[in-house]
């Protein structure tokens, strides 16, 4: 639940927002004026802004310009018509979340309201170190073993630096944390931290998300659009996964931290930009340079700081506080009393090998107390936690398909690829393989039964679709 401004002079529009925004459990407050909306700012900051471009009076540009003196890290959504689209462009250049087009889709704009919304919240959210007050955040990071100790040292000497930062571990480990650690501690606190995932992105996509385009730089970019480095400028950019970036992406980010500058897609001028970049990835990046997937020039210049992020299993210590942490946190948060656990629950956490790392820990903690009965957890309740298969969260199939058919949207309309059907089949046929290998813990004749193909033929699906077979169940 959040508290949301709605800024424009049509009081129907803003009914409208009052009545499906309440609908999601959010707060709504409006305002017909930027002048009116920018003293609600000033009195109690909402946690998201959606504003029209043209107002009476300061129109949204001058408005979100306003706003954001007072709340730089209030996200901002800006409200645009045809014809009023550069200076919401504009707008998104000085650091605006995004901009959408009137008459907008619903479920459209409530994607763009949950991003903004994530976004302002990891800005926002402290990451406390090493959790010491008694009641840790959500955003808390535990533990006090020396390899922890060092990591706390790392952050505090390079987070006051403006130098390149890379965060590496095994998945799990805590480097999102980390990222958003150095960003609270920098000198660029106060500007905005933007997150890109390099995998969860397809590659076309994540160009034009990175670097925006220009007006008519492939079919479909049918106005200009600001790419998320220009809209940190001034702050922090966290290249997530960055092992995973494809390798065309990887020549235009080392331009930009040698030379300071980016060019939109279909652009012709470098445009300057001062972004300061923190990267993490779990894959081995000797490896990739070997293989030739990732350039060796960038991993020198991405290397000079380096945060290495030490698996649990190498810091048993931590093990028990974290299990206590997570106890307090997810018990709350399932609104049930905290039921502990004994000390052979406890001497089963500490003898596990947590491949996971602290995700592993949290998510079977997190199982067994959708289990549990009232008494604190014993030892059977952890093995059973930690050895019960893969986990199946269950999804709300609307919002999922409407999620599918966006992604598709983008890919269909910024792809510049000739074989966009099939490769667009072929993402969701290996994300349904994947799912069928993991579920059998990677049983093919199983697997291929399940799906009603030939085992051949999923091999061949396999083979075709580079998939890692995990034979071990795992649980994240
Ligand atoms: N030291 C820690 N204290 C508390 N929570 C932690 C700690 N380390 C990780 N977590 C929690 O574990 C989960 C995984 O952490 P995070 O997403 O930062 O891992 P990661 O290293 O980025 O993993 P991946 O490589 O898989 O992306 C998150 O929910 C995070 O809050
Ligand atoms: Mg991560």
């Not at 445009?271 to 990267?279: E, G, H, K, L, Y």
Request: glycine share 6%.
């Amino acid at each position: 639940m959040a508290k949301i401004l709605i800024v424009d002079d049509d009081p129907q529009l803003r009914q409208s927002f009052e009545k499906l925004l309440t609908q999601e459990d959010h707060t709504v407050q409006t305002a017909a004026t930027a002048e009116a909306g920018l003293e609600i700012v000033e009195e109690s900051p909402p946690d998201l802004v959606i504003m029209d471009v043209r107002l009476p009076g300061m129109n949204g540009l001058e408005g979100s310009r306003a706003m954001r003196k007072v709340e730089p890290k209030l996200p901002i959504i800006i409200m645009t018509a045809y014809g009023t689209t550069e200076t919401a462009i504009e707008a998104t250049k000085e650091g605006a979340f995004d901009y959408v087009l009137k008459p907008f889709h619903i479920p459209d704009i409530l994607i763009v309201i949950k991003n903004a919304l994530e976004a302002g919240r990891i800005m926002r959210s402290r990451v406390e170190m090493d959790g010491t007050s008694d009641t840790p955040s959500p955003d808390a990071i535990i533990g006090r073993s020396k390899p922890m100790q060092e990591v706390y040292k790392a952050i505090g000497r390079v987070a006051s630096t403006d130098a390149t930062v890379l965060i590496r571990g095994e998945s799990g480990t805590g480097k999102e944390l980390v990222a958003r650690a150095i960003y609270q501690h920098s000198m660029r606190a106060d500007r905005p931290f933007l997150v890109i995932n390099c995998v969860a992105i397809p590659e076309t996509l994540l160009e034009s998300e990175l670097f925006g385009y220009e007006k008519g730089a492939f079919t479909g970019a049918v106005s200009r659009r600001v790419g998320k480095i220009q809209q940190a400028n001034g702050g922090t950019i966290f290249l997530d996964e960055i092992g995973d970036m494809p390798l065309s992406i990887q020549a235009k980010i080392l331009r930009l931290l040698q030379e300071k500058s980016i060019e939109r897609l279909g652009g012709r001028e470098p445009i300057p930009v001062d972004v300061r970049i923190v990267a993490a990835t779990n894959r081995d990046l000797e490896a990739a340079i070997a293989e030739g997937r990732f350039r060796e020039d960038l991993y020198f210049r991405l290397k000079v700081v380096t945060i290495w992020l030490p698996p649990l299993r190498e810091r048993s210590e931590d093990i028990e506080p974290l299990a206590d942490y997570f106890l307090a946190r997810l018990s709350a948060d399932m609104k049930m009393d905290n039921p502990g656990m004994t000390s052979e629950a406890k001497s089963v956490l500490q003898s596990y090998s947590w491949s996971g790392n602290v995700r592993e820990l949290a998510n079977t903690l997190q199982k067994a107390l959708i289990f549990n009965r009232g008494v604190p957890l014993g030892a059977e309740d952890l093995s059973k936690a930690i050895h019960g298969g893969p986990e199946i969260k269950s999804v709300d199939k609307d919002s999922i398909t409407e999620t599918i058919r966006q992604w598709f949207k983008q890919r269909i309309a910024s792809s510049h690829e000739e074989n966009l059907f099939d490769s667009l089949i072929d993402d969701t046929a290996s994300i349904v393989i994947s799912e069928a290998l993991n579920l059998t813990g990677g049983n093919r004749s199983r697997a291929a039964k399940l799906l009603g193909l030939s085992r051949p033929t999923l091999q061949a699906k396999i083979e075709k679709y580079r998939l890692k077979i995990e034979t071990s169940v795992s649980s994240s």
